[in-house]
Structure formats: structure tokens, C-alpha cells
């Protein structure tokens, strides 16, 4: 029986039938735990005068009297084999005793010979001892950990800690600590966690701490033994179909078998983070799964780097998939423009911020653009726009381009998700980090974990490190709406599982919720399309790889490398907030072909200043690096080879219009270029 159990009963006890009046109903109500061995003494005293009267002198009496009573004591004893040696010698000798004095008063009677004396004083030690035994055991109780404990405290540098209360539960133990007063503060016990998991042998990830938020030096232990997450759970299906995107989404389960819930709303931006083959993807996959069942949500993804290849089951569902590098930018164009615009029609329909009744249709006069009444308006989903290995997006557009959208999305019911495998200030600015309040941090290398993961999580035992990319699928959750003790708590994402799997279960959930998922709103839609053009409207062809319509493209130059120029025309112009009104596609070549490229090989100069408008163009995205190999798609347009243009590159950098970096070959974009 653990103590606090035993601490709990005695406590009953006080508390059982007392009517707590008065001094000597106090006492009673004190000396009530300690009675029974009073009771029983008095008893044997009472039943053995009245066996005398039974038995008195009889000689077969006293024959099976005495049998009886070494029966009894070899009983006791063989019944306390399993308690303490202790406990067991003090009950046989008290059975022992009390059968003797009760066997001698049944046959001689109580009163006869040196029998009250022995009863008087022998019951009344007996019972004393029982009553001494049963005090220790109460004081004792609230110590005996921190004794058992001491040892190993004293090695792991945490001697003096007092453990109190530990709760067992299968395959957890939780003990709260106390630390010396003045001495240890909870900083000392999070360095003490690999310590504490050497001398225990479990790994450093089996151990976490949460601290008492009123104290610096209390809190409690958490200690997991058993690894529950080493066998992957499969994607048990969607979590809350066709409900809203309010409700959380399900993507794994944590190590006590609960559920790995991100409620999407509250976490509003999410950073997602690992290193290769960690399990970023597999992450990935569980929240798209779960989201393209709901009934409010539109989802964006931008995939420049892999070209959405391990999406691909999954595109037909999403409103937008952005798989080159044009359009990752016009996307981001896209969301810069449509979080005013959302904004502007959420505060016309009396909403301070994005919530589910804002995406049906407006029936309730207090949310109504109308002077009077309701006024029916469609409503505007959720949207969610997902940055795949971000890092390469970020470069091309430089860094900055995400913290005014994440800071001002809030609101309009955006969120965005950028996943990438190092979140290192060279990759994202100390700005655009914070305005991504959640993060999902898989296994990491080194000290990686500091750039997802807050210091107290990685304090209280979180440690990514520790998984690398062995650990597939190992994640920390921090986000607002999620318990802040479970933030050091591993999880494991589902398991899309084998091969063919992901592509049934992605196929059934395109195919099954194609009716409960809401068409992009025209507010959204419209912003999008102002800023991206054909980017947007031709979204799903592109997505799909079917080439643009043929009139849309110069009859003298390759399709592929007339999207390249007009995806990069449109983005150009786009990205820019102060075009924004403007019709980007109005800048595309003629149908006719009319403004053509030139044709045959440029002169010098022409090809001077293609580079030039180029650099021009690619600064005005807003900043980055550039290199020979990122003009590669444009080389034939320029008409030159690397070689030419490494060289123009390095004039362009001493006349001050790219600025080196510590790479040879690359050059930093001046965005202020944009203009001129
Ligand atoms: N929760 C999981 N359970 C079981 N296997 C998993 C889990 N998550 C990922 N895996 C497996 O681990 C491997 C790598 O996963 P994934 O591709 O998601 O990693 P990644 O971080 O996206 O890597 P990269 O950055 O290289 O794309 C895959 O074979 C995947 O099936």
C-alpha cells in the first residue's frame, strides 16, 4: 500500500464519526486510530473468564485449549511470511501471549494466582506496542522516499531533495521534489537529467521535469521507463470529418498513448522543423489529412523544392499547389494581398477575428454588411498556407517577406506553416521567428533544438537531439491551447503506413470530402488572382502539368521558358505591395506574340541589360541571395553561357548594384533596386 494510501486511511479514521466538540471530544477523536489493540486486549480478558465458566478444571479443555493455541501462533506466523520479519515476529509473540494468558484463566480462572497481574501488565504492553508501531508508521510515511532516495540523489547532485508523494502508474512514476531552501534551484535539476537517466539507465528523453510555477524549487519528476512510441501507429483516419477547422487536428499520439492534438487556431503560425529524414514529411501529411476533411478550411502549399512529389496524392484536393519557385512567390504575393482584404471583410461583417460562423453563409443580422438586416453574404474560410522547405523559398525572397504576413494574418483567419530543416538565424530572422508562435520540432542535430523549441521545454527535458533522424517521427508540440506539460513530452506522428497505403487513404479522402470542403471564398480568390495573375487562375493546369494555353505563350519560344518569364514578370510586379491594384497579367505577352523575345542571339548590350532587368526583378521580390546557378532556366534568353554572366555579375557588384557575400559566385539582391 503506497503512503499516501495508508496517510489517506489514518486520516479517514480522524475524520470518521467525530463530532469534534470540545477538548475531550478532541481527544477522543485523537486517541480513536489508536483503540483497537485496547479492544482486543479487553476482549481476551472478557471471553477468558467466560471460558473458565465453560471449561473450568476440565482436563480435555485444557488438552484442546493448548493445541489450539500453538495452532494459532504457527498460523500467525506462517501468515506473516509475506510482510515484514519484523511485523511477523511482533504478531506471533502477541498471539502467543494472548492464547496462553487466555488458555490458563479458561481453566484456573482469571482471577487465580499471577494472572490479573500478567493481564494487566502484559495486555497493556502488548497493546502499547502496537499503538508505537502504528505511529511510526504515520511520521515515517512522508520521509521514507526521500530516504530510499537519498543515495541516488546525492550522485545525480541533487542531495538534500525531498521526494514526496510518488505516484505509480503503469509504465509512469511521477515524484514531486522539494529542494534544499537556499541551495538548489529547478535550473540545477534540469542540468541533472541525463545524470538522473544514467543512474536510472533509461534514456535522457524517458525523463522530464515540470517546475511549480510558484516555486523555484519545487516541482516533479516525470520518469517514462518503457519507450511506448516504438512501434508506429497507422493513420487511424480523420479525426473530426466534416466538422470545422476549429477543432483541433489529430496527428499522433503522445508516449501515454493519448492523442497528439494541434488545435490549429490557437497555435495560429507554426514553424515545423527536423532534420532530414526526421519525419517532417509523414508530419506533414497527418495535418493535410486531417484538414482537407473539414468544412471551413481552403489549403495552400508551396513546394518549390521537391516540386510537391510526395504530395502528389494529395494535390487534388488543395485549392492551390505553388510547385516552382514563380509561383511559391506568387503565393506569398497572394496571402500579402489577401490578409486586407479578409480583414476588411470580417470587420464590414462585425467580426474582430476569423471564427467558424464567419465561413457560412451571413444569415445573422449582428455579422451583416447590410445597413439593415442580414445580408446573406458567402462566407470566407479558413486558410492555410503550408511553406515545404522553406529555407530555399526564404533565400529567393529574403527572409522578411514572412513577418509582416505572419504578424498582420493573425486576424484574418490565416495561418501559415513553414517547414524547413534548420531554423538557424542565417535562415530566418530573429522577427520572422517570433511571429511563429508554434513549432512542431522533430529530430534534430546538435543544438538545433534551441531554434524551435523554447529554453524552458528544452529545461523541463525535451531534447530532439537525442532522436536525430533514427527517431522517425519523434516530435514536440509547443503551441498555445496545447498543456503546457505536455510541451517536453514526446509524441509520434502517425504512420501514413506501407507503401500504397498513403496513396489509398489520401485517394479516399480526395475523393470522400471533395463534398465537404468549401471552394475558396471570392474575397480571398479575388486578392489572389489581382496579385498573381495566371499564377492563380490557372492554378489547377499548372498543379496538374498541363502546359498554359498555347495562346498564352510566343509561338517563338519554349512554353516552359515563357512561363518561367511570365511567372517571374508576374511576381515581380507582384510582391510589391503598392502594385497590388494593379493587373499583373496586363504585363504578359501579347497572345500574338506581338512582344517577343529577340529573336536570334541578343547583342552584348541587349544582353546587358536582359541580366540587368533580371537582378531588377529578382530584387524586387524583396531581397535574398542570387547566383549563375539560379539564372540558369534564363541563360538561353540571355544568350550567353555561365561564364558571361559570372563575370557580368561581378561588374554589376563593383558598380554597386549586387553586394557580395562571403560565398564566391553569390551576391546579395538589394531590394531597393526595385524601383529604379
Ligand atoms: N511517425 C512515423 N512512423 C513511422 N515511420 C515514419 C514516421 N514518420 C516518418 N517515418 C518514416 O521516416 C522516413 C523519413 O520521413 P520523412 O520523409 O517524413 O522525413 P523528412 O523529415 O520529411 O525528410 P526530408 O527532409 O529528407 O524530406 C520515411 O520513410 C517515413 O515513412
Given at each position: 500500500?503506497?503512503?499516501?494510501?495508508?496517510?489517506?486511511?489514518?486520516?479517514?479514521?480522524?475524520?470518521?464519526?467525530?463530532?469534534?466538540?470540545?477538548?475531550?471530544?478532541?481527544?477522543?477523536?485523537?486517541?480513536?486510530?489508536?483503540?483497537?489493540?485496547?479492544?482486543?486486549?479487553?476482549?481476551?480478558?472478557?471471553?477468558?473468564?467466560?471460558?473458565?465458566?465453560?471449561?473450568?478444571?476440565?482436563?480435555?479443555?485444557?488438552?484442546?485449549?493448548?493445541?489450539?493455541?500453538?495452532?494459532?501462533?504457527?498460523?500467525?506466523?506462517?501468515?506473516?511470511?509475506?510482510?515484514?520479519?519484523?511485523?511477523?515476529?511482533?504478531?506471533?509473540?502477541?498471539?502467543?501471549?494472548?492464547?496462553?494468558?487466555?488458555?490458563?484463566?479458561?481453566?484456573?480462572?482469571?482471577?487465580?494466582?499471577?494472572?490479573?497481574?500478567?493481564?494487566?501488565?502484559?495486555?497493556?504492553?502488548?497493546?502499547?506496542?502496537?499503538?508505537?508501531?502504528?505511529?511510526?508508521?504515520?511520521?515515517?510515511?512522508?520521509?521514507?522516499?526521500?530516504?530510499?532516495?537519498?543515495?541516488?540523489?546525492?550522485?545525480?547532485?541533487?542531495?538534500?531533495?525531498?521526494?514526496?508523494?510518488?505516484?505509480?502508474?503503469?509504465?509512469?512514476?511521477?515524484?514531486?521534489?522539494?529542494?534544499?531552501?537556499?541551495?538548489?534551484?529547478?535550473?540545477?535539476?534540469?542540468?541533472?537529467?541525463?545524470?538522473?537517466?544514467?543512474?536510472?539507465?533509461?534514456?535522457?528523453?524517458?525523463?522530464?521535469?515540470?517546475?511549480?510555477?510558484?516555486?523555484?524549487?519545487?516541482?516533479?519528476?516525470?520518469?517514462?521507463?518503457?519507450?511506448?512510441?516504438?512501434?508506429?501507429?497507422?493513420?487511424?483516419?480523420p479525426f473530426a470529418p466534416g466538422e470545422t477547422i476549429a477543432v483541433p487536428l489529430r496527428?499522433?499520439?503522445?508516449?501515454?498513448?493519448?492523442?497528439?492534438l494541434l488545435p490549429l487556431l490557437d497555435a495560429i503560425h507554426l514553424?515545423?522543423?527536423?532534420?532530414?529524414?526526421?519525419?517532417?514529411?509523414?508530419?506533414?501529411?497527418?495535418i493535410l489529412m486531417d484538414l482537407l476533411t473539414r468544412c471551413d478550411v481552403a489549403v495552400w502549399l508551396a513546394?518549390?523544392?521537391?516540386?510537391?512529389?510526395?504530395?502528389?496524392?494529395l494535390l487534388p484536393a488543395l485549392d492551390w499547389a505553388a510547385?516552382?519557385?514563380?509561383s511559391a512567390g506568387a503565393m506569398v504575393a497572394a496571402v500579402q494581398a489577401a490578409i486586407p482584404a479578409r480583414t476588411e471583410w470580417l470587420r464590414n461583417h462585425g467580426y474582430r477575428a476569423w471564427e467558424p460562423a464567419a465561413a457560412q453563409t451571413q444569415t445573422n443580422p449582428a455579422h451583416s454588411c447590410a445597413a439593415t438586416g442580414a445580408c446573406g453574404c458567402p462566407g470566407l474560410q479558413y486558410l492555410l498556407a503550408w511553406f515545404?522547405?522553406?529555407?530555399?523559398?526564404?533565400?529567393?525572397?529574403?527572409?522578411?517577406v514572412f513577418t509582416g504576413i505572419a504578424q498582420e494574418a493573425r486576424s484574418a483567419g490565416v495561418s501559415l506553416v513553414v517547414?524547413?530543416?534548420?531554423?538557424?538565424?542565417?535562415?530566418?530572422?530573429?522577427?520572422?521567428?517570433?511571429s511563429l508562435p508554434a513549432?512542431?520540432?522533430?529530430?534534430?542535430?546538435?543544438?538545433?533544438?534551441?531554434?524551435?523549441?523554447?529554453?524552458?521545454?528544452?529545461?523541463?527535458?525535451?531534447?530532439?537531439?537525442?532522436?536525430?533522424?533514427?527517431?522517425?517521427?519523434?516530435?514536440?508540440?509547443?503551441s498555445a491551447g496545447?498543456?503546457?506539460?505536455?510541451?517536453?513530452?514526446?509524441?509520434?506522428?502517425?504512420?501514413?503506413?506501407?507503401?500504397?497505403?498513403?496513396?489509398?487513404?489520401?485517394?479516399?479522402i480526395v475523393r470522400e470530402f471533395a463534398a465537404v470542403r468549401p471552394e475558396l471564398d471570392a474575397v480571398t480568390a479575388a486578392a489572389a488572382e489581382r496579385v498573381a495573375g495566371t499564377l492563380f487562375t490557372g492554378r489547377r493546369e499548372r498543379a496538374a502539368?498541363?502546359?498554359?494555353?498555347?495562346?498564352?505563350?510566343?509561338?517563338?519560344?519554349?512554353?516552359?521558358?515563357?512561363?518561367?518569364?511570365?511567372?517571374?514578370?508576374e511576381v515581380?510586379a507582384l510582391v510589391d505591395q503598392e502594385d497590388a491594384e494593379l493587373d499583373a497579367t496586363a504585363e504578359l505577352?501579347?497572345?500574338?506574340?506581338?512582344?517577343?523575345?529577340?529573336?536570334?542571339?541578343?547583342?552584348?548590350?541587349?544582353?546587358?541589360?536582359?541580366?540587368?532587368?533580371?537582378?531588377?526583378?529578382?530584387?524586387?521580390?524583396?531581397?535574398?541571395?542570387?547566383?549563375?546557378?539560379?539564372?540558369?532556366?534564363?541563360?538561353?534568353?540571355?544568350?550567353?553561357?555561365?561564364?558571361?554572366?559570372?563575370?557580368?555579375?561581378?561588374?554589376?557588384?563593383?558598380?554597386?548594384?549586387?553586394?557580395?557575400?562571403?560565398?564566391?559566385?553569390?551576391?546579395?539582391?538589394?531590394?531597393?533596386?526595385?524601383?529604379?
Amino acid at each position: 500500500m503506497s503512503s499516501k494510501d495508508s496517510a489517506q486511511q489514518h486520516e479517514d479514521r480522524l475524520n470518521s464519526g467525530s463530532s469534534a466538540s470540545g477538548i475531550a471530544s478532541w481527544l477522543v477523536h485523537r486517541a480513536k486510530p489508536f483503540t483497537p489493540p485496547w479492544i482486543v486486549t479487553g476482549a481476551v480478558g472478557l471471553t477468558g473468564a467466560g471460558a473458565h465458566e465453560l471449561w473450568g478444571g476440565s482436563p480435555w479443555a485444557g488438552v484442546g485449549l493448548t493445541l489450539a493455541s500453538v495452532g494459532l501462533t504457527a498460523a500467525t506466523w506462517w501468515a506473516g511470511q509475506s510482510t515484514g520479519q519484523q511485523r511477523r515476529l511482533h504478531s506471533a509473540i502477541t498471539v502467543a501471549a494472548g492464547a496462553s494468558w487466555f488458555t490458563s484463566a479458561a481453566l484456573s480462572g482469571p482471577l487465580t494466582g499471577p494472572l490479573p497481574d500478567l493481564y494487566l501488565m502484559g495486555g497493556a504492553t502488548l497493546a502499547l506496542t502496537w499503538n508505537i508501531r502504528q505511529m511510526m508508521r504515520f511520521s515515517g510515511a512522508e520521509t521514507s522516499g526521500s530516504d530510499s532516495d537519498k543515495g541516488l540523489l546525492e550522485k545525480v547532485g541533487l542531495a538534500r531533495t525531498k521526494l514526496r508523494d510518488v505516484k505509480v502508474e503503469p509504465n509512469r512514476v511521477t515524484v514531486p521534489y522539494e529542494l534544499p531552501a537556499g541551495e538548489l534551484t529547478n535550473d540545477d535539476v534540469a542540468k541533472a537529467i541525463p545524470r538522473i537517466a544514467s543512474a536510472l539507465d533509461v534514456p535522457t528523453t524517458a525523463i522530464r521535469v515540470s517546475h511549480d510555477p510558484d516555486s523555484a524549487r519545487k516541482g516533479q519528476f516525470v520518469i517514462v521507463p518503457e519507450d511506448m512510441l516504438k512501434t508506429p501507429t497507422v493513420w487511424p483516419g480523420p479525426f473530426a470529418p466534416g466538422e470545422t477547422i476549429a477543432v483541433p487536428l489529430r496527428l499522433g499520439v503522445y508516449d501515454d498513448g493519448s492523442d497528439l492534438l494541434l488545435p490549429l487556431l490557437d497555435a495560429i503560425h507554426l514553424l515545423v522543423m527536423g532534420m532530414t529524414g526526421s519525419g517532417k514529411t509523414e508530419g506533414a501529411l497527418d495535418i493535410l489529412m486531417d484538414l482537407l476533411t473539414r468544412c471551413d478550411v481552403a489549403v495552400w502549399l508551396a513546394d518549390a523544392a521537391k516540386s510537391g512529389q510526395d504530395f502528389q496524392p494529395l494535390l487534388p484536393a488543395l485549392d492551390w499547389a505553388a510547385l516552382d519557385t514563380p509561383s511559391a512567390g506568387a503565393m506569398v504575393a497572394a496571402v500579402q494581398a489577401a490578409i486586407p482584404a479578409r480583414t476588411e471583410w470580417l470587420r464590414n461583417h462585425g467580426y474582430r477575428a476569423w471564427e467558424p460562423a464567419a465561413a457560412q453563409t451571413q444569415t445573422n443580422p449582428a455579422h451583416s454588411c447590410a445597413a439593415t438586416g442580414a445580408c446573406g453574404c458567402p462566407g470566407l474560410q479558413y486558410l492555410l498556407a503550408w511553406f515545404e522547405e522553406a529555407a530555399k523559398l526564404l533565400r529567393e525572397l529574403g527572409d522578411d517577406v514572412f513577418t509582416g504576413i505572419a504578424q498582420e494574418a493573425r486576424s484574418a483567419g490565416v495561418s501559415l506553416v513553414v517547414s524547413m530543416q534548420r531554423a538557424s538565424g542565417y535562415q530566418l530572422s530573429t522577427d520572422t521567428r517570433a511571429s511563429l508562435p508554434a513549432a512542431m520540432c522533430f529530430g534534430v542535430k546538435g543544438d538545433d533544438a534551441g531554434f524551435a523549441l523554447p529554453e524552458e521545454v528544452l529545461d523541463a527535458g525535451a531534447n530532439p537531439a537525442a532522436w536525430g533522424n533514427k527517431r522517425k517521427g519523434y516530435v514536440y508540440l509547443v503551441s498555445a491551447g496545447v498543456d503546457e506539460d505536455l510541451y517536453a513530452n514526446p509524441a509520434r506522428t502517425f504512420w501514413t503506413g506501407p507503401s500504397g497505403e498513403y496513396e489509398r487513404a489520401a485517394a479516399w479522402i480526395v475523393r470522400e470530402f471533395a463534398a465537404v470542403r468549401p471552394e475558396l471564398d471570392a474575397v480571398t480568390a479575388a486578392a489572389a488572382e489581382r496579385v498573381a495573375g495566371t499564377l492563380f487562375t490557372g492554378r489547377r493546369e499548372r498543379a496538374a502539368g498541363t502546359p498554359l494555353p498555347a495562346a498564352s505563350a510566343p509561338a517563338a519560344a519554349p512554353v516552359e521558358l515563357i512561363e518561367e518569364q511570365e511567372s517571374a514578370q508576374e511576381v515581380a510586379a507582384l510582391v510589391d505591395q503598392e502594385d497590388a491594384e494593379l493587373d499583373a497579367t496586363a504585363e504578359l505577352p501579347a497572345a500574338d506574340g506581338s512582344v517577343a523575345l529577340p529573336e536570334g542571339k541578343p547583342s552584348t548590350e541587349e544582353a546587358r541589360e536582359l541580366l540587368d532587368e533580371m537582378v531588377r526583378m529578382l530584387a524586387s521580390v524583396g531581397g535574398g541571395t542570387v547566383s549563375v546557378r539560379d539564372l540558369g532556366p534564363y541563360l538561353a534568353q540571355i544568350g550567353r553561357d555561365r561564364s558571361w554572366v559570372s563575370k557580368e555579375m561581378k561588374k554589376l557588384a563593383e558598380a554597386g548594384r549586387l553586394a557580395p557575400t562571403g560565398e564566391a559566385g553569390t551576391y546579395r539582391l538589394i531590394a531597393t533596386l526595385a524601383g529604379v
